[in-house]
């Protein structure tokens, strides 16, 4: 239950290190057995790699511990303004949004 949002992670990450990979793969041109994908997960640089998993926040859970402070941030979109709203929170006062850099400053953007 709540498996489907490691791919939000999935292309976030495989973006941030090779986008081109990453058209690549949505355009049917490369595999998910490539080695670009294991890269995020297996680079250290998260969370999830150290610890050997996905995160496991259900979707509707993530507002409220946001609120609660029992996590610090999560990945979405726009789309999720509607359940910050109802979990009480205001954004620009109860949340921000950023966009995640490329691992290496040196990765070309897509």
Do not use: N
Request: one cysteine or more; a positive charge; aromatic letters at 10%.
């Amino acid at each position: 239950m709540g498996g489907w949002p490691a791919i939000e992670w999935f292309q976030e990450l495989v973006t941030k290190v090779d986008p081109h990979f990453y058209r690549r793969l949505v355009a049917g041109e490369a595999s998910y057995t490539d080695a670009p994908p294991a890269r995020p997960w297996t680079s250290g640089t998260t969370s999830c790699a150290r610890a050997g998993r996905p995160p496991r926040l259900r979707p509707g859970a993530r507002p409220g511990a946001l609120r609660e402070g029992t996590v610090g941030m999560f990945l979405h979109g726009t789309w999720q303004a509607s359940g910050m709203a109802a979990a009480g929170l205001e954004p620009g006062t109860g949340y921000g949004a950023f966009i995640l850099p490329t691992v290496r400053p040196s990765t070309p953007g897509a």
